[in-house]
């Protein structure tokens, strides 16, 4: 069984940064890839970043720029560096980690509000 949790959540203005993290535990090896999604009321989930297990990323259009993923394979964990946030970046945001199966996170919320 593979665990996920979300944290760094939170309220701020538009233009300012917020910092989430992905932590995964349990029964996980190497070669897992993590992304971050993201749905907002009434809207599909959508991919916001992913980075693969070689360190890959790729970015969602509409946060290219702005948003940088990376990770730490020694503490199992991803972070999602979000700069000059927007209103329309008011989601709930979620991690996936994919090993062998996807296994999600509960979410954090992040609202992007003057």
């Known amino acids: 069984q593979v665990h996920v949790v979300e944290s760094g959540g939170g309220w701020v203005q538009p233009g300012e940064s917020l910092r989430l993290s992905c932590t995964a535990s349990g029964r996980i090896f190497s070669g897992y890839h993590m992304s971050w999604y993201r749905q907002a009321p009434g809207k599909e989930r959508e991919m916001v970043a992913r980075?693969?297990?070689?360190?890959?990323?790729d970015y969602a259009d509409s946060v290219r720029g702005r948003f940088t993923i990376r990770r730490d394979n020694a503490k199992r964990t991803m972070y999602l560096q979000m700069n000059n946030l927007k209103p329309e970046d008011t989601a709930i945001y979620y991690c996936a980690v994919v090993f062998q199966e996807t296994y999600w996170g509960q979410g954090t919320q992040v609202t992007v509000s003057s």
């Open positions: 980075i693969t297990s070689a360190f890959r990323t």
